[in-house]
Protein backbone atom coordinates (compact mmCIF):
# COMPACT_ATOMS: atom_id res chain seq x y z
CA UNK A 1 0.00 0.00 0.00
CA UNK A 2 1.31 3.23 -0.87
CA UNK A 3 1.04 6.94 0.87
CA UNK A 4 -2.29 7.74 -1.33
CA UNK A 5 -4.17 4.58 -0.66
CA UNK A 6 -3.91 5.58 3.09
CA UNK A 7 -7.05 6.64 4.40
CA UNK A 8 -8.28 9.43 7.09
CA UNK A 9 -8.81 7.46 10.32
CA UNK A 10 -10.34 9.32 13.18
CA UNK A 11 -9.92 6.79 15.48
CA UNK A 12 -9.48 7.87 19.21
CA UNK A 13 -7.15 4.94 19.68
CA UNK A 14 -5.42 2.46 18.61
CA UNK A 15 -4.81 6.04 16.55
CA UNK A 16 -3.20 6.65 13.39
CA UNK A 17 0.56 6.42 13.44
CA UNK A 18 2.66 8.89 11.62
CA UNK A 19 3.78 7.69 8.36
CA UNK A 20 6.95 8.20 8.15
CA UNK A 21 7.54 6.10 11.80
CA UNK A 22 5.55 3.06 9.75
CA UNK A 23 8.19 2.63 7.14
CA UNK A 24 10.97 3.08 9.35
CA UNK A 25 9.91 0.19 10.95
CA UNK A 26 9.10 -1.36 8.07
CA UNK A 27 13.02 -1.24 6.84
CA UNK A 28 14.26 -1.87 9.75
CA UNK A 29 11.72 -5.15 10.69
CA UNK A 30 14.94 -7.67 9.61
CA UNK A 31 17.80 -5.95 10.32
CA UNK A 32 17.51 -3.36 13.23
CA UNK A 33 20.49 -1.11 13.13
CA UNK A 34 23.10 -3.61 11.80
CA UNK A 35 22.37 -6.41 14.33
CA UNK A 36 21.60 -8.54 11.88
CA UNK A 37 18.09 -9.65 13.73
CA UNK A 38 14.72 -8.02 13.93
CA UNK A 39 13.95 -5.71 17.45
CA UNK A 40 11.49 -8.55 17.71
CA UNK A 41 13.70 -11.17 18.60
CA UNK A 42 16.24 -8.99 20.32
CA UNK A 43 16.60 -9.84 24.92
CA UNK A 44 15.22 -7.07 26.59
CA UNK A 45 18.30 -6.55 28.40
CA UNK A 46 20.40 -6.11 25.45
CA UNK A 47 22.08 -2.45 24.88
CA UNK A 48 19.71 -2.00 21.85
CA UNK A 49 17.04 -2.53 24.14
CA UNK A 50 18.28 -0.19 27.09
CA UNK A 51 19.37 2.44 24.93
CA UNK A 52 15.68 2.19 23.61
CA UNK A 53 14.38 2.86 26.90
CA UNK A 54 17.20 5.43 28.17
CA UNK A 55 15.97 7.74 25.68
CA UNK A 56 12.64 7.51 25.51
CA UNK A 57 12.78 8.61 29.76
CA UNK A 58 15.10 11.66 28.20
CA UNK A 59 13.17 12.61 25.74
CA UNK A 60 10.09 12.34 27.42
CA UNK A 61 11.41 14.33 30.72
CA UNK A 62 12.77 16.61 28.18
CA UNK A 63 9.11 17.36 26.32
CA UNK A 64 7.06 17.20 29.47
CA UNK A 65 9.80 18.95 31.12
CA UNK A 66 9.83 16.66 34.12
CA UNK A 67 12.01 17.00 36.90
CA UNK A 68 14.44 14.85 38.24
CA UNK A 69 12.31 13.90 41.25
CA UNK A 70 10.05 11.80 38.55
CA UNK A 71 10.55 8.25 37.39
CA UNK A 72 9.45 7.04 34.18
CA UNK A 73 8.02 3.33 34.25
CA UNK A 74 7.20 1.03 31.62
CA UNK A 75 4.63 -1.68 32.21
CA UNK A 76 3.05 -3.87 30.17
CA UNK A 77 -0.88 -3.89 29.68
CA UNK A 78 -3.18 -0.88 29.05
CA UNK A 79 -4.38 2.27 31.02
CA UNK A 80 -6.87 0.06 32.58
CA UNK A 81 -4.21 -2.20 34.29
CA UNK A 82 -2.87 1.57 36.34
CA UNK A 83 -6.50 2.03 37.69
CA UNK A 84 -6.36 -1.16 39.61
CA UNK A 85 -2.03 -0.97 40.02
CA UNK A 86 -2.84 3.04 41.00
CA UNK A 87 -4.60 1.89 44.47
CA UNK A 88 -2.95 -1.48 44.61
CA UNK A 89 0.22 0.25 45.58
CA UNK A 90 -1.12 3.90 46.94
CA UNK A 91 -3.99 2.29 48.92
CA UNK A 92 -4.55 0.12 52.05
CA UNK A 93 -8.51 -1.04 53.47
CA UNK A 94 -8.81 1.13 56.12
CA UNK A 95 -7.42 4.90 53.67
CA UNK A 96 -9.03 6.93 51.18
CA UNK A 97 -8.99 8.19 48.41
CA UNK A 98 -10.57 11.26 46.33
CA UNK A 99 -12.23 10.69 42.88
CA UNK A 100 -13.04 13.24 40.20
CA UNK A 101 -15.62 11.88 38.08
CA UNK A 102 -15.85 12.90 34.49
CA UNK A 103 -17.01 9.97 32.63
CA UNK A 104 -16.19 5.93 31.58
CA UNK A 105 -12.79 5.85 31.99
CA UNK A 106 -13.02 7.97 35.66
CA UNK A 107 -15.81 5.50 36.89
CA UNK A 108 -14.08 2.46 35.54
CA UNK A 109 -11.06 3.62 38.02
CA UNK A 110 -13.53 4.72 40.54
CA UNK A 111 -14.60 0.37 40.38
CA UNK A 112 -11.41 -0.50 40.66
CA UNK A 113 -10.10 1.63 43.69
CA UNK A 114 -12.96 0.56 45.55
CA UNK A 115 -11.97 -3.19 45.49
CA UNK A 116 -8.43 -1.70 47.40
CA UNK A 117 -10.35 1.18 49.83
CA UNK A 118 -12.61 3.88 50.27
CA UNK A 119 -13.43 5.91 47.97
CA UNK A 120 -14.53 9.80 47.93
CA UNK A 121 -16.07 10.80 44.69
CA UNK A 122 -15.77 14.68 45.48
CA UNK A 123 -17.33 15.43 42.19
CA UNK A 124 -19.29 14.03 39.84
CA UNK A 125 -20.02 15.85 36.55
CA UNK A 126 -23.05 13.99 35.85
CA UNK A 127 -24.85 14.54 38.69
CA UNK A 128 -24.41 18.23 37.83
CA UNK A 129 -25.26 17.98 34.06
CA UNK A 130 -26.67 14.62 33.58
CA UNK A 131 -24.37 13.60 31.15
CA UNK A 132 -20.85 14.29 31.88
CA UNK A 133 -20.89 17.85 29.49
CA UNK A 134 -18.00 19.48 31.44
CA UNK A 135 -14.74 19.44 33.62
CA UNK A 136 -14.83 20.96 37.25
CA UNK A 137 -12.80 24.09 37.38
CA UNK A 138 -10.48 24.11 40.34
CA UNK A 139 -13.20 26.31 42.87
CA UNK A 140 -16.04 23.89 42.24
CA UNK A 141 -13.19 21.29 43.93
CA UNK A 142 -13.00 20.51 47.99
CA UNK A 143 -9.87 17.93 48.91
CA UNK A 144 -10.42 16.23 51.72
CA UNK A 145 -7.52 16.26 53.90
CA UNK A 146 -7.45 12.37 55.01
CA UNK A 147 -6.89 11.67 50.89
CA UNK A 148 -4.30 9.39 50.21
CA UNK A 149 -4.32 10.88 46.52
CA UNK A 150 -6.50 12.79 44.01
CA UNK A 151 -7.70 11.08 40.77
CA UNK A 152 -8.63 12.77 37.62
CA UNK A 153 -9.05 11.89 33.86
CA UNK A 154 -7.32 14.59 32.00
CA UNK A 155 -9.22 14.62 28.67
CA UNK A 156 -12.35 12.24 29.00
CA UNK A 157 -11.90 10.27 25.33
CA UNK A 158 -15.65 9.60 25.25
CA UNK A 159 -16.98 12.38 26.36
CA UNK A 160 -14.47 14.73 24.35
CA UNK A 161 -14.10 16.86 27.61
CA UNK A 162 -11.22 18.12 28.65
CA UNK A 163 -9.10 20.10 31.64
CA UNK A 164 -8.02 22.93 30.76
CA UNK A 165 -6.96 24.18 34.43
CA UNK A 166 -5.87 20.96 36.85
CA UNK A 167 -6.62 21.85 40.49
CA UNK A 168 -3.99 21.89 42.51
CA UNK A 169 -4.00 19.07 45.17
CA UNK A 170 -2.83 20.38 49.47
CA UNK A 171 0.97 19.50 49.97
CA UNK A 172 1.28 16.34 50.90
CA UNK A 173 -1.52 14.49 48.94
CA UNK A 174 -0.36 13.34 45.14
CA UNK A 175 -2.62 14.43 42.01
CA UNK A 176 -3.02 11.49 40.03
CA UNK A 177 -3.81 11.76 36.17
CA UNK A 178 -4.91 9.62 33.59
CA UNK A 179 -3.54 11.42 30.52
CA UNK A 180 -4.23 8.43 28.31
CA UNK A 181 -5.70 10.66 25.70
CA UNK A 182 -3.67 13.98 25.89
CA UNK A 183 -0.55 13.00 27.01
CA UNK A 184 2.14 15.41 24.64
CA UNK A 185 -0.58 16.95 22.91
CA UNK A 186 -0.04 20.05 25.13
CA UNK A 187 2.57 21.81 28.02
CA UNK A 188 1.48 20.44 31.29
CA UNK A 189 2.67 21.95 34.76
CA UNK A 190 4.19 18.76 35.79
CA UNK A 191 4.89 19.99 38.86
CA UNK A 192 1.27 19.91 39.88
CA UNK A 193 1.47 15.92 39.73
CA UNK A 194 2.53 12.99 41.50
CA UNK A 195 1.40 10.43 38.68
CA UNK A 196 0.80 10.79 35.31
CA UNK A 197 0.15 8.04 33.34
CA UNK A 198 -0.90 6.98 29.72
CA UNK A 199 -1.49 3.65 27.67
CA UNK A 200 0.34 4.04 24.47
CA UNK A 201 -2.18 3.20 21.36
CA UNK A 202 -3.48 6.61 21.36
CA UNK A 203 -0.35 9.11 21.59
CA UNK A 204 2.45 7.21 22.43
CA UNK A 205 2.60 3.82 20.15
CA UNK A 206 0.65 0.45 20.36
CA UNK A 207 -1.26 -1.25 22.52
CA UNK A 208 -0.17 -3.49 25.22
CA UNK A 209 2.43 -1.04 26.87
CA UNK A 210 1.18 1.69 29.47
CA UNK A 211 3.85 4.74 30.73
CA UNK A 212 3.50 5.79 33.82
CA UNK A 213 5.61 8.69 35.09
CA UNK A 214 5.72 9.10 39.16
CA UNK A 215 7.64 11.12 41.62
CA UNK A 216 10.26 9.17 43.68
CA UNK A 217 8.86 9.91 47.01
CA UNK A 218 5.58 8.08 46.07
CA UNK A 219 7.50 5.19 45.33
CA UNK A 220 9.28 4.80 48.18
CA UNK A 221 5.57 4.73 49.82
CA UNK A 222 4.38 1.98 47.73
CA UNK A 223 2.64 -0.65 49.55
CA UNK A 224 5.08 -3.50 49.85
CA UNK A 225 2.78 -6.34 50.34
CA UNK A 226 1.88 -5.45 46.53
CA UNK A 227 3.07 -8.50 44.19
CA UNK A 228 6.29 -7.63 42.65
CA UNK A 229 5.05 -7.18 39.07
CA UNK A 230 2.11 -4.95 39.59
CA UNK A 231 4.97 -3.53 42.35
CA UNK A 232 5.83 0.40 41.33
CA UNK A 233 8.65 0.20 43.46
CA UNK A 234 9.86 -3.42 42.28
CA UNK A 235 9.56 -2.48 38.44
CA UNK A 236 11.60 0.98 39.00
CA UNK A 237 14.19 -0.83 40.76
CA UNK A 238 14.71 -3.29 37.64
CA UNK A 239 14.45 -0.22 35.39
CA UNK A 240 10.90 -1.24 34.03
CA UNK A 241 12.54 -5.03 33.56
CA UNK A 242 11.45 -7.09 36.29
CA UNK A 243 9.84 -9.22 33.69
CA UNK A 244 10.16 -9.31 29.85
CA UNK A 245 8.90 -6.13 28.67
CA UNK A 246 7.04 -5.64 25.56
CA UNK A 247 9.82 -4.27 23.65
CA UNK A 248 8.25 -3.80 20.31
CA UNK A 249 5.85 -1.28 21.83
CA UNK A 250 8.46 0.18 23.11
CA UNK A 251 10.61 0.68 20.28
CA UNK A 252 7.48 1.86 19.16
CA UNK A 253 6.90 4.35 21.45
CA UNK A 254 10.50 4.99 21.47
CA UNK A 255 10.09 6.75 17.45
CA UNK A 256 7.19 8.38 18.28
CA UNK A 257 8.53 9.90 20.99
CA UNK A 258 11.52 10.98 18.55
CA UNK A 259 9.28 12.04 15.99
CA UNK A 260 7.33 14.45 18.49
CA UNK A 261 10.78 16.40 19.24
CA UNK A 262 11.72 16.49 15.69
CA UNK A 263 8.20 18.02 14.29
CA UNK A 264 8.90 20.32 17.01
CA UNK A 265 7.84 19.25 20.24
CA UNK A 266 4.88 19.99 22.62
CA UNK A 267 4.67 23.07 21.14
CA UNK A 268 3.77 22.23 17.89
CA UNK A 269 1.56 19.50 18.72
CA UNK A 270 -0.58 22.15 20.84
CA UNK A 271 -0.59 24.39 17.81
CA UNK A 272 -2.10 21.52 15.57
CA UNK A 273 -4.69 20.56 17.94
CA UNK A 274 -5.72 23.73 18.40
CA UNK A 275 -6.03 24.26 14.89
CA UNK A 276 -7.57 21.32 13.91
CA UNK A 277 -10.11 21.18 16.66
CA UNK A 278 -11.02 25.31 16.08
CA UNK A 279 -11.66 24.39 12.38
CA UNK A 280 -13.71 21.19 13.44
CA UNK A 281 -15.84 23.39 16.52
CA UNK A 282 -16.34 26.34 14.09
CA UNK A 283 -18.20 24.06 11.98
CA UNK A 284 -20.23 22.58 14.98
CA UNK A 285 -21.10 25.86 16.04
CA UNK A 286 -22.54 26.98 12.86
CA UNK A 287 -25.54 24.64 13.44
CA UNK A 288 -25.27 23.34 17.03
CA UNK A 289 -28.12 22.17 16.70
CA UNK A 290 -28.06 20.08 14.08
CA UNK A 291 -24.82 19.16 14.70
CA UNK A 292 -25.56 18.33 18.38
CA UNK A 293 -22.32 19.13 20.39
CA UNK A 294 -23.44 19.71 23.97
CA UNK A 295 -20.22 20.29 25.87
CA UNK A 296 -19.61 23.12 27.99
CA UNK A 297 -17.48 25.87 25.59
CA UNK A 298 -14.86 25.70 28.40
CA UNK A 299 -14.52 22.08 28.58
CA UNK A 300 -14.26 21.20 25.01
CA UNK A 301 -11.10 18.76 24.15
CA UNK A 302 -8.96 19.33 21.61
CA UNK A 303 -8.52 15.84 21.13
CA UNK A 304 -11.46 14.11 20.73
CA UNK A 305 -14.63 16.23 19.49
CA UNK A 306 -17.89 14.50 19.89
CA UNK A 307 -21.52 15.38 18.31
CA UNK A 308 -24.70 13.30 17.06
CA UNK A 309 -27.02 13.83 14.29
CA UNK A 310 -30.41 14.40 14.92
CA UNK A 311 -31.62 11.45 13.75
CA UNK A 312 -30.44 7.47 13.58
CA UNK A 313 -31.10 8.11 9.97
CA UNK A 314 -28.89 11.26 9.43
CA UNK A 315 -26.08 9.68 11.63
CA UNK A 316 -26.50 6.39 9.25
CA UNK A 317 -25.85 8.34 6.18
CA UNK A 318 -23.23 10.82 7.94
CA UNK A 319 -21.04 7.87 8.16
CA UNK A 320 -21.75 6.28 4.79
CA UNK A 321 -20.99 9.28 3.04
CA UNK A 322 -17.41 10.03 5.21
CA UNK A 323 -16.53 6.66 4.75
CA UNK A 324 -17.21 7.28 1.09
CA UNK A 325 -14.62 10.01 1.38
CA UNK A 326 -11.99 7.67 2.65
CA UNK A 327 -12.94 8.91 6.47
CA UNK A 328 -13.29 6.07 8.89
CA UNK A 329 -13.23 6.07 12.49
CA UNK A 330 -15.55 8.73 13.09
CA UNK A 331 -18.75 6.72 14.86
N1 LIG B 1 -8.33 6.11 29.96
C1 LIG B 1 -8.69 6.85 28.89
C2 LIG B 1 -8.78 8.33 29.02
C3 LIG B 1 -8.99 6.21 27.69
O1 LIG B 1 -9.37 6.93 26.61
C4 LIG B 1 -8.89 4.80 27.60
C5 LIG B 1 -9.10 4.04 26.31
N2 LIG B 1 -9.89 4.38 25.39
C6 LIG B 1 -8.55 4.09 28.74
C7 LIG B 1 -8.25 4.77 29.89
C8 LIG B 1 -8.44 2.58 28.71
O2 LIG B 1 -7.30 2.23 28.02
P1 LIG B 1 -6.87 0.72 27.75
O3 LIG B 1 -7.78 0.19 26.73
O4 LIG B 1 -5.46 0.90 27.29
O5 LIG B 1 -6.95 -0.01 29.04
Redesign the pocket.
Same mark, same amino acid.
Given at each position: MNHASRIVNFS @? *?PAVLPETVLNDIQNELLNYQETGMSILEMHHRSENVSQILCEISSDLKSLLKLSDDFEILFIPG *? &? =??QFVLIPMNLLTGHQRASYINTGR?SERAINEARRFGFVDIIYDAKAADHRFYHVPTPDQLFFPADSRYIYL?S???VMGTQYHVYPIAPKGIPLVA?M @? =?DILSKEIPSDQFGIVFA?A??NLGA &?GLSIVIIRKEILSACNDTTPSVFNYKTIASYGSRYNTPPVFQLYLTHKIVKWTCQVGGIKEMSRRNLEKSALIYGILDEDSLFWNNRVDPGSRSTMNIVWDMPSEELRMLFLQLAEREGMVGLA
Amino acid at each position: MNHASRIVNFS @S *GPAVLPETVLNDIQNELLNYQETGMSILEMHHRSENVSQILCEISSDLKSLLKLSDDFEILFIPG *G &A =SFQFVLIPMNLLTGHQRASYINTGRWSERAINEARRFGFVDIIYDAKAADHRFYHVPTPDQLFFPADSRYIYLTSNNTVMGTQYHVYPIAPKGIPLVADM @S =SDILSKEIPSDQFGIVFAGAQKNLGA &AGLSIVIIRKEILSACNDTTPSVFNYKTIASYGSRYNTPPVFQLYLTHKIVKWTCQVGGIKEMSRRNLEKSALIYGILDEDSLFWNNRVDPGSRSTMNIVWDMPSEELRMLFLQLAEREGMVGLA
